[in-house]
């Protein structure tokens, strides 16, 4: 998908459902956000790194905030010609990403936080206790 703007607000919730080993890869041109309780969930077997959002371009609103939930890859590593690097602001108590953030700068404040997800793979590694 290609997008000139994700901005959800007020509780919305995009919900993203496929099968195990589905992938999505949406492309954001102008602004991301999530405010105000908004979520992205991934619901059929989805997993983090099947989603990802690949936020482009230099300008733009770029922020996870309000006790928003986000879940799935942000990367947001744009080569901007101009030399400038947007930075994703994770901000609020409950402030949730679930997955992985690849950006040039990430700045959490007021108790946002960032969890890797739960490995579900029940592979072992031999070489490891």
Known sequence: MNLSNLTLASGATLNLNGAAGSAF????????????AAQIV?????????????VRGAGGTFSITGDSLFTGTLLAYNSATNGTQRT???DGTNTLVRGQL???????????????????????DPHHH
């Open 88 to 90: 994703l602001t994770v």
């Open 42 to 54: 991934l619901t059929g077997g989805l997993t983090t790194s099947d989603v990802l959002f690949n």
């Open 102 to 124: 690849i950006a040039n700068k990430v700045v959490l404040s007021n108790g946002g936080k960032v969890r890797k997800p739960v490995q579900m793979s029940c592979d072992r």
């Open 25 to 36: 890869v949406i492309n954001v041109s102008n602004n991301f956000s999530l405010s105000s």
